[in-house]
């Protein structure tokens, strides 16, 4: 069955960190992390690109880093130095040769 779960979301103040977590089941590969808020399209924040690399949007270059474990099918966002800008819904997103799945989302509020 596959299943993707993320967790660690919550409500942080401006300049704080955050760590989310991304379990993934199945056979699927977790490729990186995507953020949306309402009104607006999915955006990329952190992912792998096919070779490995990874590849960040240019609002969380320097701040994010992203980092998976391939054999337990893991993958950690940590954000430090958050935006209220950051504020959005954050997804995981793990593929299979066909198809892309996504979980149900955590949130993430920066606020003072």
């Known amino acids: 069955q596959v299943q993707v779960v993320e967790s660690g979301g919550g409500l942080v103040q401006p300049g704080g960190s955050l760590r989310l977590s991304c379990t993934a089941s199945g056979s699927i590969a977790i490729m990186g992390w995507y953020r949306q808020t309402p009104g607006k399209q999915r955006e990329l924040v952190a992912a792998?690109?096919?070779?490995?690399?990874?590849i960040y949007s240019d609002s969380v270059k320097g701040r994010f880093t992203i980092s998976r474990d391939n054999a337990k099918k893991t993958s950690d966002l940590q954000m430090n130095s958050l935006k209220l800008e950051d504020t959005a819904v954050y997804y995981c997103?793990?593929?299979?040769?066909?198809?892309?799945?996504w979980g149900q989302g955590t949130q993430v509020s920066v606020s003072s």
């Open positions: 997103k793990a593929t299979s040769p066909v198809f892309a799945y």
């Open positions: 792998f690109s096919s070779g490995g690399a990874t």
